[in-house]
């Protein structure tokens, strides 16, 4: 089966109602959301960014390096040379972007998604990715949320009901997941 690894607004500026509480779950969940991007890259898994817009001039690097800058410990996230970077308006990573056509050209059957918010952006990318017929794993410990309530409703929602699989950063690392 070939994976790859979704990682969903991991460069944001927290400038929102919920801002404070995301950062925080975001600042602890780092080092998981890390893992996730070494492990998949160490099973030559692709690596695909999508994040949203902050503004409409299409620039991902200014984005990546302005969120880096506000937040140095976000370096560790940064995009190598040659990733894929979707720049998204909406909650979901598929709604009115390209990333469809891109799963397919590579011929991804299972996506893992890694990054912020899980009862939010994580959860609905999830069950589009699902409704196009995508196998989903969330990485729980690799998701940051604004409220672990939210959160454990979401990640019960889309195991129970949305068919997807909850794990963790970890099992990127361990050879034939």
Sequence with gaps: MRDALLVVDVFNDFEHEDGSALRASFHERLPAMHAAVDGARDRHVPVIYVNDQRSWDG???????????????????????????????????????????????????????????????????????????????VLADACATTDPELEDVALRYAEEVGGMRVSVAESLRVAAY
């Design 59 to 137: 620039d991902a690097p200014k984005l990546v390096r302005e969120a880096i800058a506000a937040a140095p410990a976000l370096a560790v996230l940064e995009p190598a040379q040659g990733d894929p970077f979707i720049l998204k308006a909406r909650y979901s990573a598929f709604d009115h972007t390209a990333l469809e056509l891109l799963l397919r050209e590579l011929d991804i059957e299972r996506i893992l998604i890694a990054g912020s918010s899980t009862e939010g952006c994580v959860v609905q990318t999830g069950i589009d990715a699902r409704e196009l017929g995508f196998k989903v794993t």
